[in-house]
């Protein structure tokens, strides 16, 4: 069992950056891929980012170039740099964490992004 917390999230105004953490507790971090998705008011949530066990890392076309996922197992730490931030990146975030075959999935209960001026 795997539990997840996340934070990091706040106010900023657009054009300015913020760095997510999600908390793993529990046994076997360094197993599961790690993701952060995001949901918007009255939107699905939706893939913001993933890093697998190896350290292979996928991300929305949206945050391309803008969004940096990393992880440290030593840590049981996921994190997520978000820069140049736009009004459309706000939402609730949350992290992720699954077994390879999506057999297991564990999310935390999501940290509030708010981007406005």
């Known amino acids: 069992q795997v539990q997840l917390v996340e934070s990091g999230g706040g106010l900023v105004q657009p054009g300015g950056s913020l760095r997510l953490s999600c908390a793993a507790s529990?046994?076997?971090?360094?197993?599961?891929?790690m993701g952060w998705y995001r949901q918007a008011p009255e939107k699905q949530r939706e893939l913001v980012a993933e890093?697998?066990?190896?350290?292979?890392?996928i991300y929305a076309d949206s945050v391309k170039g803008r969004f940096t996922i990393s992880r440290d197992n030593a840590e049981n730490t996921v994190y997520l740099q978000m820069n140049s931030l736009k009004p459309e990146d706000m939402a609730v975030y949350y992290c992720?964490?699954?077994?390879?075959?999506?057999?297991?999935?564990?999310w935390g209960q999501g940290t509030q992004v708010t981007v406005s001026s």
């Open positions: 529990g046994s076997s971090f360094s197993w599961y891929a």
């Open positions: 992720r964490a699954r077994s390879r075959d999506l057999s297991v999935v564990h």
């Open positions: 890093i697998s066990r190896g350290g292979i890392t």
